[in-house]
């Protein structure tokens, strides 16, 4: 046992990041190098030109936001030309542009960084960071995924990883590895679910816990919401207060909406334990060469009120994930919290009045998906090795001429598994290639799902057999048959397809100028796009 390569695990969350190790069967986090058990997911440049990652980096988040990266986990993996992307651009301080194969990438300091790259700086720095704490050589990595990543997601995460000196060993969707931290060799059996409200997405999971065999029986989520909009709706607020009262509006100032942004989130936290509190900040803003302090009192029943749509989002999908599979709420035994939001008193009320049930306490929110990464890592290999039967969160298939999607590979399908068909003939009569659109997501209509790449075979094979296969982490490969047998095609991302082009055109002519569509489950009343405008014209 030894002599064994040590493996991490690692939970690459939008707000934080946090690596455990497990000695002796047990897991534990890795402190970073201020002592902290988190290192902030936040990448910038200083005035010097310096690259900084974690919390000097964030830092700096105030002085300088136009160089400070932060909540990438939201644009990783996204082709630039996505809803997503669109909904994002306006939101963030920092440069979205377009990067390779048509992804979306930022400018920092005048050079272009992949999303990949950017996350490596982090999971590099976490390397470090464990390497100098644990003594020695860390090679290998199970990282931790929201359960609602689609394919691209999961596979930028891998590539990150491997740009910062990691062997990927897998890929994990995070409510599994969190039911991994509670049930392992703890002999249960038992219906669990793992609410999972982070810093930027929501996650929720159904797993069967049978001995140290952990099944998935349905997942869902939303890839947009998640702390980030909690403090959103706090800094609406206080700036709309602060421009009643005073007359000035601070959305012109980048600083003064840099540390309004960073006193929501601190409001919003000690929110959490006592009932009031003061978002009090001095010398804001000044008007004819006099300072202006800003000074909102705030309670936590007004928060509520102020969020509460937002927690009602997260049970309209949890009943959603249980009625797909027809699970009662009676069936859950136990309720498991992850992710810093779902600390807010207001969720753990709703889920008590939702389930009838309080949820499980001794699961440490923050840290038991780096911890189950860990466990998961530790047991490869091993002979009473931990048995996952990970689920399909977004279903997965190709385009038809009518801009809908055939499906292939339905939600909630257990992995790993292969399903086959017959490939069709070209779009065109006498083309010489068949060409298949490759998009997952739950929508019937292509423009809404995400798109993976295209699948380019000649038609000699047109009705031969093509093989969609799932990896157990959730990675999609494809071969084709061929007179030699069966072929692996990569699928070529280049660009945005023609179809998809039209479609995204189309539907922007639809939308209303009041902001994205419902169906994005991006964002609640364009609030997203108007924070995000404030802090571009910074």
């Not at 409001?267 to 006592?274: G, Q, R």
């Not at 598994?417 to 997501?441: M, T």
Request: glycine share 10%.
């Amino acid at each position: 046992m030894a002599d064994r390569p040590r493996i991490v695990g690692i939970d690459l969350g939008t707000t934080n990041t946090l690596v455990a190790s497990v000695r002796n069967r047990i897991p534990k986090i890795v402190p970073t190098d201020r002592g902290n058990l988190t290192l902030p997911s936040v990448v910038a440049l200083s005035s010097r030109g310096d690259l900084m990652v974690g919390g000097v980096a964030k830092d700096q988040m105030v002085t300088n936001p136009r160089n400070t990266l932060w909540g990438t986990k939201r644009l990783i993996g996204r082709k630039y030309n996505s809803k997503a992307v669109e909904d994002l651009k306006s939101y963030f301080p920092y440069d979205i542009v377009e990067g390779p194969n048509g992804d979306a990438a930022v400018m920092l300091g005048g050079k272009l960084y992949t999303l990949p790259q950017v996350s490596s700086f982090v999971l590099a720095q976490v390397k470090t960071i464990a390497e100098q704490f644990l003594g020695g050589p860390i090679d290998a990595a199970v990282i931790s995924v929201p359960a609602y990543y689609n394919d691209n997601q999961r596979n930028a995460v891998k590539e990150a990883g491997k740009l910062a000196g990691f062997d990927v060993k897998r890929i994990v969707n995070e409510p599994t590895a969190a039911a991994l931290a509670y049930g392992f060799n703890r002999g249960l059996d038992q219906k669990v679910l793992v609410y999972d409200l982070g810093g930027g997405t929501f996650d929720v999971s159904v797993l069967h816990l049978a001995g140290n065999v952990f099944e998935v029986l349905a997942t869902g989520g939303d890839t947009f919401l998640g702390g980030t909009d909690f403090d959103n709706r706090i800094m609406e607020y206080v700036l709309e207060r602060f421009r009643e009262e005073n007359k000035v509006d601070l959305t012109e100032n980048p600083i003064a909406l840099q540390r309004i942004k960073n006193a929501a989130e601190a409001a919003k936290i000690d929110l959490t334990l006592i009932p009031n509190v003061v978002i009090d900040l001095p010398f804001i803003d000044e008007r004819k060469g006099k300072p202006l302090d800003l000074r909102i009192p705030l309670t936590r029943e007004f928060l509520n009120s102020l969020t509460g749509d937002l927690v009602d989002r997260t049970f309209d999908i949890c009943d959603r994930v249980l009625e797909e599979k027809g699970i009662a709420r009676s069936e859950i035994d136990e309720i498991i919290l992850v992710g810093g939001q779902s600390r807010m008193p207001l969720v753990q009320q709703k889920i008590q009045a939702h389930f009838g049930k309080p949820p499980r306490k001794g699961v440490h929110p923050d840290e038991c998906v780096a911890l189950g990464a860990a466990l998961l890592g530790d047991s490869l290999g091993s002979i009473d090795a931990v048995t996952l039967l990970d689920a399909l969160s977004m279903p997965i298939g190709y385009a038809l001429p009518n801009g809908r999607v055939k499906r292939i590979i339905e939600k909630n399908s257990l992995i790993p598994l292969v399903k086959s068909f017959r490939l069709p003939p070209p779009k065109e009569p006498g083309s010489p290639f068949i060409e298949l659109d490759i998009y997952q997501g739950d929508s019937d209509l292509l423009v809404d799902n995400e798109y993976l790449g295209t699948v380019r075979v000649p038609s000699a094979v047109a009705g031969r057999k093509i093989d969609f296969r799932l990896t157990e982490e959730c990675l999609l490969q494809v071969t084709v048959e061929e007179a030699s047998g069966m072929r692996k095609v990569d699928l070529a991302t280049r660009d945005t397809p023609e179809q998809l082009k039209r479609a995204l055109q189309e539907a922007a002519a639809r939308n209303s100028p009041q902001g994205p569509s419902a169906g994005s489950g991006s964002d609640n009343g364009g609030l997203l796009s108007r924070i995000g405008s404030i802090f571009r014209r910074g």
